[in-house]
């Protein structure tokens, strides 16, 4: 595939996923308003809790996931037919397997859920609810094969029309039986059914864009082959392990220690910083297939240069996105379900340093993923989990809630922080990542001052309406991207998106045919 082509399905793909992203933030929001007003408040912690429990019990799909689009990368550029066939026969018995795992050690489970509950609420069919999650979570692993060949060849676009249209239905089909029923057991059921029938759909678009899913000629992978699966898969499994320790234990800390209203409060949080994590996401989710292509066709110069563009934008993402949720996520949460919903401004600031931590970590996991470089790393996950849990336990002791987030920063600083950009530079483009850290130490002074300029002059404005959120919001675009703007414009990693911009500009609105981007 050349750069020209390669460009155009990055940006086919993203355009795709943000406006899917856009909308679904939009619904979900609106959702969110019908559900607490609703039910009560320990239902939305309920549903936080077992989202993360079902993380937890994921764990059994050992990173296969990022395993097989990997694989897919080299037969998909040489068109590979018969490779392929026998690359998604293979992994159609493992999530298979996957799916029924969860099942079982969901229904193992079912009866000690309690136990993670501290001042048990009174919500009746308690057991019956968490296997509704089980049930949900284990049928996406049953069509999830099909849909990874969508994603490695490029077309995210097609996999984000199902995805985010089921999830906008899906919300407001919730919506009406909340209103008409209020019952949460129906509006869980609800997510079973549509997310059914969405994979269905998917399943069935895979197969009219490559029929040879139905030949029932398939040749067995060679045992050398296999080995080099296994491999990825093993050390994937670890990261896999590390990753859902460090993210998904938050909740079940909380409710085990602190209670279930807490984990209400904080998932109002979770759901605006997972809603803009994922629209940032989108960018690297849009380019991973097109870096992996990248990564099997051209130099390894070529792909460091790459790299630099996209760790440049991955910095401009998440450090505006940082100080604009410093700035204003708790007057938003505030006119949004009420004051009674916030945390204190400390507790804020330790959730939006963490933000920004693993934020950073993007542009190096996604080239990590697409290069294939999971062994190399392997035990850093089982680190930072261990120093992820020690440290939110007994710093929870010390300062309660803001004592988990604390302890999930450590664990990022002491391992992620240098482990993943060392392994990326010596196995993956053979130079020292001397480079990274010098533009990390720029970076993260641009996104402090920002974050001090635009949080000092937004403390002027301490009532919270409508009228001032807007002006907060304004203050947070102005003064970041202004900043950012001084201290960047004249490196060639600004330059270069500019020049991207401008190309989209004059052959969306000039209709001008887009001509071929450098180094992509």
Request: charged share 15%.
């Amino acid at each position: 595939m050349n750069n020209q082509a390669r460009t155009h399905s990055s940006l086919k793909n993203l355009s795709y996923l943000m406006v899917g992203q856009i909308l679904g933030i939009s619904v979900s929001f609106i959702a969110r308003i019908v559900f607490v007003r609703t039910l009560s408040v320990e239902y939305l912690g309920l549903d936080g809790l077992f989202t993360n429990i079902i993380t937890i019990l994921s764990l059994v799909e050992l990173g296969i996931g990022p395993a097989l689009v990997f694989s897919l990368y080299k037969p998909i550029a040489e068109n590979n037919i018969e490779l392929i066939k026998s690359l998604l026969k293979l992994y159609q018995k493992a999530y298979l397997i996957i799916g029924s795992l969860i099942i079982l050690l969901g229904i193992t489970v079912a009866p000690f859920i309690h136990y993670l509950i501290k001042d048990m609420p009174v919500i009746p069919h308690l057991h019956f609810i968490f296997i509704l999650f089980v049930l949900n979570a284990a049928v996406t692993y049953f069509y999830s094969y099909k849909r990874s060949l969508i994603i490695a060849d490029q077309r995210k676009y097609i996999d984000a029309t199902y995805r985010y249209g089921g999830f906008i239905l899906l919300n407001i089909v919730q919506c009406i039986v909340l209103i008409i029923w209020k019952n949460f057991i129906f509006f869980v059921i609800c997510q079973l059914i549509l997310n059914i029938l969405e994979n269905i759909l998917a399943s069935r678009t895979a197969d009219r864009l490559y029929p040879f899913l139905k030949s029932k000629k398939v040749a067995k992978l060679d045992r050398a082959f296999i080995k080099g699966i296994y491999k990825n898969v093993k050390a994937m499994a670890m990261h896999r392990m590390g990753n859902v320790i460090v993210l998904s234990t938050d909740n079940i800390l909380i409710s085990s220690f602190v209670g279930l209203l807490a984990v209400g409060l904080y998932s109002n949080y979770r759901l605006i910083l997972t809603a803009l994590n994922i629209v940032l996401m989108q960018f690297f989710e849009a380019v991973k297939s097109s870096v992996g292509n990248f990564g099997v066709t051209e130099s390894k110069a070529r792909t460091k240069e790459i790299f630099k563009k996209i760790y440049f934008m991955n910095f401009w993402l998440y450090g505006f996105a940082s100080v604009g949720i410093l700035c204003t996520v708790n007057p938003m949460i505030e006119l949004w379900i009420g004051e009674k919903f916030i945390f204190s401004m400390d507790i804020v600031l330790l959730i939006v340093i963490h933000f920004f931590l693993d934020g950073m970590r993007r542009a190096t996991l996604t080239f990590r993923d697409a290069l294939g470089l999971y062994w190399y790393d392997r035990y850093k996950p089982v680190a930072e989990s261990l120093i992820n849990m020690a440290g939110s336990i007994m710093l929870l002791k010390i300062m309660g809630i803001g004592g988990i987030f604390l302890g999930t920063i450590i664990s990022i600083l002491t391992t992620c922080f240098w482990v993943e950009p060392y392994v990326l530079y010596k196995y993956g483009f053979h130079i020292s990542s001397k480079a990274y850290f010098i533009s990390y130490s720029k970076y993260l002074l641009a996104t402090v001052m920002a974050a001090t300029i635009s949080y000092g002059i937004c403390a002027l404005l301490p009532e919270t309406n409508v009228l001032v959120l807007a002006s907060k919001i304004m203050i947070s675009i102005v003064a970041t991207n202004l900043l950012f703007f001084m201290m960047f414009r004249k490196t060639d990693e600004f330059q270069y998106f500019k020049d991207l911009i401008l190309d989209v500009i004059r052959k969306t609105v000039f209709k001008k045919k887009l001509p071929e981007v450098k180094n992509f």
